[in-house]
């Protein structure tokens, strides 16, 4: 089963039921992948969703997802730092490498410079590419 990490930019996109990218939900409720998750990532998601929404939403998503049986939980004991135009944003680089991650989703440009490592490999696409694997599915 596929394996991702999901950027908190992504599931911003995705939650609206009127967005093309909400089969990425559908598709996590329907246990067609898996979904990694680290206490630093939850965090994220529970932190930008109540700034979105309120406090109320944002714990039930993350508790969604904690609670889901397609979310695998990982610990990071590493930190490989291969973003630094935005370190924040090497936690998912952390959990996808620790986790064995067959993507990292995501929009943000920031990634870009994690892309051009040979090693460690780490697979970085986007919303849309995501789409298009999920149709394979």
Do not use: C, G
């Not at 930019?9 to 246990?31: G, T």
């Not at 965090?43 to 993350?62: G, M, P, Q």
């Not at 889901?68 to 996808?96: E, Q, R, V």
């Amino acid at each position: 089963m596929t394996k991702i990490v999901l950027d908190t930019n992504v599931l911003l996109i995705a939650l609206p039921s009127k967005s093309k990218y909400h089969l990425i939900i559908e598709y996590f409720n329907n246990r067609k992948y898996q979904l990694i998750i680290t206490t630093s990532i939850l965090f994220e998601y529970e932190e930008i969703l109540s700034k979105k929404t309120n406090n109320i939403v944002a714990y039930n998503i993350v508790n969604a997802f904690v609670e889901a049986p397609n979310a695998i939980p990982t610990n990071i004991y590493f930190n490989w730092n291969l973003i630094s135009t935005d370190f924040d944003d090497n936690k998912f680089i952390d959990a996808a490498l620790t986790a064995n991650a067959d993507y990292i989703v995501t929009n943000d440009t920031h990634f870009n410079e994690a892309k051009n490592n040979r090693f460690p490999n780490v697979n970085i696409i986007s919303a849309n590419d995501f789409l298009t694997i999920l149709a394979t599915l």
